[in-house]
């Protein structure tokens, strides 16, 4: 079996000179990552709340470096206890970069700016994902070095397009590639391409790179099923920090209480069991059962078992003949209600609460060994914490965000992002792009056109996507000394 590293993972697009024989080429690629502008603009887009509905809740940004610091743990703790890694370690540095960078793709208003995005570029390609726009970003959008690099910077030579994006190493490049397989071209004429789902992949233009990543991974021709372990170890650690952050920002807000995640509409827990039954298929395939909405429910009871826990003044109450069902029904209703509103109100217990389920997932991290390529040992949650994590990262997404206050938002947010693709999409509206955008767009074919609005649009903070917008359409009074 190939080493878990090698010299050829520190290969790059352009082979470029490392003076610092003190920092390795991972470091160089963290360093890349944070200095770029996309980092700096996940803070303007909405993990689940939108910014300005308070500073407490987090974003694209303050998420990403909790995913981060979650996976560089996971990476240590199977480094220390794991007998696969006692002589060839985890790189920690490539499984936090893979966290930090891993929504770099997202556009601005979440999964409705996604869905707009695609829309509006099934036309022309395969759509728009945002985990593929995230490889697009790191090895061809940021600005930092082009294929003739130092001595010409030129975006485009004699029509062919120079960007090598932030120049990262190969291994780097896999901690990102989620889902290993091209995005099919759809077309807007078929019935079955109609259908508002955005399709998960890489951008058929990006196929190349990604057999480069593989072959440079694995150390030669590679077709088969392709996903590293730093990738596999950032997916769990993006998928703890969903189901405990997340939550951590709607008790804050208000919207929910523990409690009220028991008594939600039956269709909300039927949809959470459908999609967790779906992914124990894909994931899990030698799991012989599925779970029902009474598991679910048993598994917010084992979650939440702090609201319902009885002492001694409890059991005197249950065991008082005297009392009736009807006052100790009444007596332990309010009891539980105060419990679930100092769950949510108070931060102490907030704060105790995610560090002890975070605690908890870690303990269920563990490794399915891949026969010839130790690259491809996939890291993952045992089935019984998978099941945990997805029941309470499913919850959030359709008893919160797919509630109606958060989707109308979003939906306002889509119909501003396919306003502002068709204004610029007109003739003669690549003038309302900026300059460096602008040099692109005018350098390619139809397709390159389209992706080059899409890629701009992408790139948007949601406050930057409504100040656009309104200066296109909305009352607000124009400027022309604002930049783009």
């Known amino acids: ?22 920092r390795d080429e991972w470091r160089r690629d963290y360093a890349r990552l944070i200095h770029s502008a996309s980092f700096r603009r996940l803070q303007g887009k909405t993990q689940v709340f939108p910014g300005h509905e308070g500073d407490f809740f987090r974003n694209r940004l303050t998420h990403s470096l909790e995913v981060a610091q979650i996976a560089k743990s996971i990476a240590i703790k199977l480094n220390a206890t794991h007998e696969l890694f006692a002589e060839h370690k985890l790189a920690p540095d490539i499984v936090e970069f893979a966290g930090l960078a891993h929504d770099l793709g997202h556009p601005p208003f979440g999964h409705n700016g996604e869905e707009a995005l695609d829309e509006c570029m099934r036309e022309y390609s395969g759509g ?27 975006p485009f030579i004699d029509g062919v397009d120079q960007r090598c994006g932030l120049n990262l190493t190969f291994r780097s490049l896999a901690s990102i590639l989620k889902y290993d397989s091209v995005i099919p071209v759809r077309s807007a004429d078929r019935e079955e391409d109609k259908q508002n789902k955005v399709v998960k992949g890489y951008y058929e233009s990006d196929s190349a790179l990604v057999q480069k990543v593989k072959s440079s991974v694995i150390g030669e021709e590679y077709t088969d099923e392709f996903k590293s372990v730093e990738c596999s170890i950032m997916d769990i650690a993006d998928d703890i920090a ?39 298929k894909r994931q899990y395939p030698d799991y012989d059962r599925e779970i029902s909405v009474k598991d679910a429910k048993e598994i917010l009871h084992d979650v939440f078992s702090e609201l319902f826990t009885f002492g001694t003044e409890q059991l005197s109450i249950l065991r008082n ?9 009444m007596y332990f ?19 105790t609460f995610t560090s002890n389920l975070v605690q908890v ?24 914490t998978f099941i945990v994590v997805e029941v309470l990262k499913n919850i959030t997404f359709e008893a919160v965000i797919r509630a109606p206050a958060l989707q109308v938002v979003e939906f306002r947010g889509k119909d501003m ?24 767009y005018r350098n390619g074919d139809e397709l390159n056109r389209c992706r080059t609005i899409c890629d701009f649009i992408a790139g948007m903070t949601d406050r930057y996507a409504i100040e656009f917008y309104s200066r296109l359409f909305g009352a607000n009074g124009m400027t022309m000394h604002k930049p783009l």
């Not at 209703?333 to 704060?351: K, L, N, P």
């Not at 992002?417 to 692109?440: H, M, W, Y």
Request: aromatic letters at 10%; zero cysteines; charged letters at 30%.
């Open 1 to 22: 079996m190939r080493p878990l590293y090698s010299v050829s993972d520190y290969g790059r697009v352009v082979n470029t000179h490392n003076p610092e024989t003190y």
């Open 128 to 154: 728009f994902e945002g985990n593929a726009q995230t490889l697009r970003i790191l090895s061809r959008l940021e600005k930092k070095v082009t294929l003739n690099t130092p001595t010409d910077l030129s």
């Open 242 to 280: 969903y189901s405990t952050y997340d939550l951590e920002d709607v008790f804050k807000s208000g919207f929910l209480r523990p409690l009220d995640l028991f008594a939600l509409d039956e269709s909300i827990y039927e949809a959470v069991v459908a999609t967790i039954n779906k992914r124990l």
């Open 321 to 329: 003949r005297k009392t009736s069902n009807e006052y100790k029904k």
């Open 333 to 351: 209703s309010v009891e539980a209600e105060q419990r679930s509103r100092h769950y949510a109100e108070d931060g102490y217990s907030r704060t």
């Open 361 to 384: 997932f870690l303990q269920g991290v563990e490794v399915k060994p891949h026969e010839k390529f130790s690259q491809l040992h996939k890291v993952r949650l045992d089935v019984k």
């Open 417 to 440: 992002i396919k306003k502002i693709f068709g204004a610029i999409n007109e003739k003669g509206g690549d003038r309302l792009l900026p300059k460096d955008f602008r040099e692109v």
